[in-house]
């Protein structure tokens, strides 16, 4: 049995969990919320061109919906639709999701989401959620015009963060798809030019200098 994570409070006044398998925060304790606004919904979404919508994403490390959720409220706002899936191997269970969301819940889809495996539909989304290792996912062909890379820092997940592992990823976008993530290791950004990627440093969320957005050749 996975150990389940808990609820820690971030310096925003938003939620993140602890996981006690990878002894690590899944979200900036700086701020959880105003991470992944930075991060995937500032530096990555909304800087798509509008021509490209409706677009496909894929979330590397799900874990209580929160990059869903910022997303699918950005794409109400600008009247966008898009496809999402999530790659996660440890997903939070039902009792933490609910917990997690009990000051602004989710649509009541959601909650079953990692448990029932199964694909939603919501207003701006088309959630599907593939269950188990990014390293045995099967991911389609040139599909995704953008990643959220999520997963735990290299030094906690480093199996996730190989050359092996973004060559598969750049396989599954689109020329021109953007990848971004917190981490602006240098190792890591010399593994993404490896397999193809140009690469540009941005500034990170509250209490991280940078970032790094990857373009697919």
Known sequence: MNPE???VSTADGSKTLFSKRF???YHS????RQESLHVFIKMGLASLSPSLFPIK???V???TLLNARLTEDWLIHHQHNACYHIAEAYPPNLD??????EDAPLPFDWYGFYSHKKTIQSEALTL????GKLEEAILPKSFYNLVYFD?????KQPELWTNSIFAKIADSMLPGGSLVTYCAQGQFKRNLKQVGFSIENLPGPLGKREMTRAIKA
């Open 23 to 25: 002894n690590e925060h």
């Open 96 to 101: 933490t999701l609910k917990e997690f969301w």
């Open 57 to 59: 994403i894929l979330e």
């Open 5 to 7: 994570p808990y609820i």
């Open 151 to 155: 997963a735990f820092a290299p030094s």
């Open 61 to 63: 490390g799900g874990g």
């Open 29 to 32: 304790t700086h701020g959880a």
């Open 128 to 131: 599907e959620y593939q269950y």
